[in-house]
């Protein structure tokens, strides 16, 4: 299964992702039991009787796979389950892509190892290339494997855990090989609105706007620079002289940073983590990604009046299109930025 998966991957990866999944798997024990166990540690068993609560929700309600994925908890001898490895040339915000047999093109590969992912990026740098390496508190194997809840997807509250498991079963309903943008919008999209549903079933209100309109504007701050840098590397400029221009617009960036943050969030320090590492082509890339499509399915979600069926049949036939068909419609839908909410455990800085 490993062989298959990998594709066109190096035998040295394929045995690296084989044995990192064989450790997820075999660390994995049912929530029920831990439920059950006098011993388990009261704020764990809080948590995971909260995410299996969430997990009933996703089938019952969102319409969402119902298998045992998020039955059974990993707790993982590391802070973080995979480290996502984002590659781009030094003059382009196209991201290298790595090929699978069954899941497609994506841009990013991930390694259960920071010191693999480290390795493999300085193997990138040596050609030239611009690295982005991001922690990862969950993945899918698209109903492969039964997926656990990871130790991982604990590090923040329970919604972002409920936003997850929404996030990570919408690429068990439906994935496209072959274009990230597609499948991850379309979760990102399933895990918000998710989680909003999932809060009114309990009489909750929706997620704090506050922190919803400091992630737009954030991510909003962002692709302007990304949109800036497009159009540089797009002119028939030298290379000396776009390097240049590059170097400005990334002082620019941090520079906006700063006055957006006194200005509109004093108190916030919610993304100095990602200012503090290097900013380049491939930092850039999660927030197209992740981002790109998010309105055009609340939109499509709408006009099915929020049916999930209807709106997962739509998605299909959206799937089914050819990709250039596809990004037509989805831009008719509702556009190419930002929604409101952080991005899910996948690539949340």
């Given amino acids: 299964m490993s062989l298959l998966l990998a594709g066109c991957s190096s035998i040295a990866f394929v045995q690296h992702s084989w044995q990192g999944q064989r450790e997820v798997m075999a660390l994995s024990v049912p929530i029920a039991d831990l439920l059950d166990n006098p011993d388990t540690d009261p704020a764990l068993k809080a948590r995971l009787a909260e995410a299996l609560a969430a997990r009933r929700f996703?089938?019952?309600?969102?319409?969402?796979?119902?298998?045992q994925s998020y039955t059974r908890y990993s707790a993982l001898p590391r802070p973080y389950v995979l480290w996502n490895l984002f590659v781009a040339p030094e003059l382009s915000l196209e991201p290298v892509q790595h090929c699978y047999l069954f899941?497609?093109?994506?841009?990013?590969?991930?390694?259960?190892?920071?010191?693999?992912?480290?390795?493999?990026?300085?193997?990138?740098?040596?050609?030239?290339?611009?690295?982005?390496?991001?922690?990862?508190?969950?993945?899918?194997?698209?109903?492969?494997?039964?997926?656990?809840?990871?130790s991982s997807m604990l590090h923040w509250?329970?919604?972002?855990?409920?936003?997850?498991?929404?996030?990570?079963?919408?690429?068990?309903?439906?994935?496209?090989?072959?274009?990230?943008?597609?499948?991850?919008?379309?979760?990102?999209?399933?895990?918000?609105?998710?989680?909003?549903?999932?809060?009114?079933?309990?009489?909750?209100?929706?997620?704090?706007?506050?922190?919803?309109?400091?992630?737009?504007?954030?991510?909003q701050l962002i692709m302007a620079a990304r949109e800036r840098l497009q159009a540089l590397y797009a002119t028939d400029?030298?290379?000396?002289?776009?390097?240049?221009?590059?170097?400005?617009?990334?002082?620019?960036?941090?520079?906006?940073?700063?006055?957006?943050?006194?200005?509109?969030?004093?108190?916030?320090?919610r993304f100095d983590g990602w200012f503090a590492g290097e900013l380049n082509n491939a930092s850039l890339l999660p927030f197209g990604i992740y981002d790109q499509w998010v309105p055009a399915?609340?939109?499509?979600?709408?006009?099915?009046?929020?049916?999930?069926?209807?709106?997962?049949?739509?998605?299909?036939?959206?799937?089914?299109?050819?990709?250039?068909?596809?990004?037509?419609?989805?831009?008719?839908?509702?556009?190419?930025?930002?929604?409101?909410?952080?991005?899910t455990g996948e690539q949340d800085r």
């Fill in 237 to 269: 400029l030298p290379d000396v002289a776009k390097r240049a221009a590059k170097e400005k617009e990334f002082t620019r960036l941090r520079s906006e940073y700063d006055r957006w943050q006194a200005e509109r969030w004093p108190d916030s320090a």
């Fill in 103 to 150: 899941t497609g093109c994506l841009a990013y590969k991930g390694y259960f190892s920071l010191a693999a992912a480290q390795a493999a990026a300085d193997d990138w740098r040596k050609q030239g290339m611009e690295v982005f390496i991001g922690d990862i508190p969950a993945y899918s194997t698209l109903g492969w494997y039964d997926d656990p809840l990871l």
């Fill in 58 to 67: 996703a089938s019952s309600a969102l319409g969402l796979p119902d298998n």
């Fill in 157 to 219: 509250d329970d919604d972002y855990v409920a936003m997850t498991l929404f996030h990570e079963l919408a690429h068990q309903q439906f994935y496209v090989k072959d274009d990230t943008a597609f499948n991850e919008s379309f979760a990102t999209f399933v895990g918000r609105e998710g989680l909003r549903q999932w809060r009114a079933s309990r009489g909750l209100p929706p997620p704090d706007p506050a922190l919803e309109r400091e992630q737009a504007e954030f991510t």
């Fill in 297 to 343: 399915f609340a939109e499509l979600f709408r006009r099915v009046d929020g049916d999930w069926q209807r709106f997962y049949l739509e998605v299909e036939r959206l799937g089914s299109a050819p990709m250039a068909e596809r990004s037509a419609i989805l831009d008719t839908l509702g556009g190419t930025l930002v929604d409101t909410q952080p991005h």
